[in-house]
């Protein structure tokens, strides 16, 4: 059994950290609970709760909206957040940053403001083979309303796109290329950067889903040269019904609001409305305003800890994890990308992942088990589902050794 190099455990005190965690001190089924099912959602910091209750012991108004002092505490708090979430992407403005419910309802609002706007009958749409289906359906359902195609990047056999054969579905007819920068079934890290580059070359637009890289590393869209970029604020230690897209200011210029209501207009008449400047334009009714501090307060969290550190971290347990892995008998990882951030997934011979999850769940080990919302990677690797460990930073070595211990017990019990 190998430890994890001691140049990463010197600067990281994960004992300490989970400290801050006191949903992970549980007991489950009798046994402590290892939770690793972060990639589902992460668990959230003591920091998140107490920001939340404040928000609504304390601060608790309307935004936007009102000149009394609650109005304008809870105005700034959640504001704050949007020039947090500036720095956390490295955007150029706040008005670049459209609060949403998810990355779910980002990509829909791409979908159907931009892409209503903009994809005619013939246009391409470029996704590729390990997406979420939350970047396919919505992209499905542009090309049905359009009638434009589809295009599906292949990939190999450990779970990394095929860029040669990218490269060849980029044409003067592609509109749009939207991938997920780390997919939540296999782990892969995909080549953003180059992949939009290959897209700008070729006169696409590109939309990169970042619901599973925000937790795990350092994203600077104007780096990376995104033009819309989105993730959820559930997945990076904050609350669920949050979420942020980042869009290129002039795109988001042009595109047509995506709902109507309050907080959306400038001024309203029977026979004519206009509309508010961004990020408002965006943003119809009244928000998730406490889930949108939680999420402020997450990503203060985050930073403290330092991204890189956490990286450097979940690296050494997800190196040790396959190790540890690899080593049972009739155990088949699925997804082995030479770059890949947190997550485990794997198949066993002749035994259901339903069934390793429920043996795995009663022994306090929380994993996933299904098609993961990405049936189409499923279906590419022939399993009808997979067993998925996924990882955050507050994990351990020990709980990797539970899970292993815990997948020799369901070899047992199923032999
Ligand atoms: N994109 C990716 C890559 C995801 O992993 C998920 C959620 C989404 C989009 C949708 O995010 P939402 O917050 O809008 O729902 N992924 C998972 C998962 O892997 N297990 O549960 C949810």
Partial sequence: ?????????????????????PVLK???????????????????????????RRFHEVDCANIHRGVHELSQRSTAAYEETRAKVRRFLHANSSDELIFVRGTTEGINLVTSTWGRKNVQAGDEIVISAMEHHSNIVPWQMLCEERGATLRVIPMNERGELLLEEYEKLLTPRTRMVAVAHVSNALGTINPVRQMIEMAHKAGALTLIDGAQATPHMKVDVQA?????????????????????????RKLLEGM????????????????KTTYNDLPYK?????????????????????????????????????????????AIPGL???????????????????????????????????????????????????????????????NTPAEIDALAAGILKVKEIFA
């Fill in 1 to 21: 059994m190998s430890t994890l190099s001691s140049a990463v455990t010197a600067t990281f005190d994960v004992e300490k950290i989970r400290e801050d965690f």
């Fill in 26 to 52: 549980q007991t489950v089924h009798g046994k402590p609970l290892v939770y690793l099912d972060s990639a589902a959602t992460a668990q959230k910091p003591t920091a998140v709760v107490d920001a939340i």
């Fill in 224 to 248: 990376l040269d995104a033009d819309f970029y989105a993730f959820s604020g559930h997945k990076v230690f904050g609350p669920t019904g949050i979420g942020i897209l980042y869009g290129k």
């Fill in 256 to 271: 047509p609001p995506y709902q109507g209501g309050g907080d959306m207009i400038k001024v309203v008449t029977f026979e």
């Fill in 282 to 326: 965006f943003e119809a009714g009244t928000p998730n305003i406490a889930g949108g501090i939680g999420l402020g307060a997450a990503l203060d969290y985050v930073n403290k800890l330092g991204l890189d550190h956490i990286a450097a971290w979940e690296h050494s347990l997800l190196e040790y994890g396959t190790e540890r892995l690899s």
């Fill in 332 to 394: 088949r990882l699925i997804g082995t990308a030479r770059e890949k951030a947190g997550v485990l997934s794997f198949v066993m011979d002749g035994i259901h992942p339903h069934d390793i999850g429920t043996v795995l769940d009663n022994l306090g080990v929380a994993v996933r088990t299904g098609h993961h919302c990405a049936q189409p990677v499923m279906d590419f690797f022939h399993v009808p589902a997979t067993t998925r460990a996924s990882l955050a930073f507050y």
